[in-house]
């Protein structure tokens, strides 16, 4: 299924009627973002029932905030999806911070840490959906300060203050994150190249 791209005079349409608040342009807005936004939720939370939660409670925050919106790259397409992207990203950070108030954030002792090495070549013949499936399958405190780090490009700083977590534990989640994604993906490749054929 392609992405679809609109006219920027259609997206300038769409975003003035969002600025006056008229319904049919936030449904429009709404539809041509929402596979974009569900991405970037699918990454930090697990279930479906959260992700949308999060993608509505972000869709909200952007209509109430789309008057302050500022075009910063040539194509208003890519701004518009920059600027959701921070929104949703803060908005999902905000969701794991609150379903981890009593536990917080912090690094978990239970793993090992052990040097696992895994061939690229076998890695890039997953699909994306093999590789979001593994990243999802770490815990929400790995998986938030990995795709912080490496996926949204923020500093082990930046992550501290939105996880209310040192810098230094925030290294540390990110390196276990990495071997225990290892490890998962080794198992995703092992179990590939060990299926039955179909006969």
Request: aromatic letters at 10%; a positive charge.
């Amino acid at each position: 299924m392609g992405v679809s791209i609109l006219p920027e005079s259609t997206l300038i349409s769409i975003l003035d009627d969002c600025i006056q608040q008229k319904r049919e342009g936030q449904k429009r807005f709404y539809k041509h973002f929402y596979g974009f936004g569900y991405t970037i939720c699918q990454r930090y939370l697990s279930s479906h029932e959260d992700i949308v939660e999060v993608l509505n409670d972000g869709f909200l925050k952007v209509f109430t905030e789309v008057h302050r919106f500022e075009k910063r790259q040539d194509s208003l397409e890519g701004s518009l999806k920059a600027w959701i992207r921070r929104v949703l990203v803060n908005t999902s950070i905000d969701r794991l911070r609150k379903a981890n108030q009593k536990k917080k954030l912090t690094i978990d002792h239970s793993h090992e840490m052990t040097n696992l090495s895994i061939q690229s070549q076998a890695i890039s013949k997953l699909s994306y959906d093999e590789l979001l499936k593994s990243i999802n399958q770490l815990t929400p405190s790995y998986r938030a300060v990995f795709n912080l780090f490496v996926i949204d490009g923020y500093s082990h700083e930046e992550i501290g203050k939105m996880l209310n977590i040192s810098p230094g534990t925030s290294k540390s989640n990110l390196a276990k994150a990495r071997i225990n994604l290892q490890k998962l993906l080794s198992s995703e490749i092992y179990s590939k190249k060990y299926e039955p054929k179909a006969i």
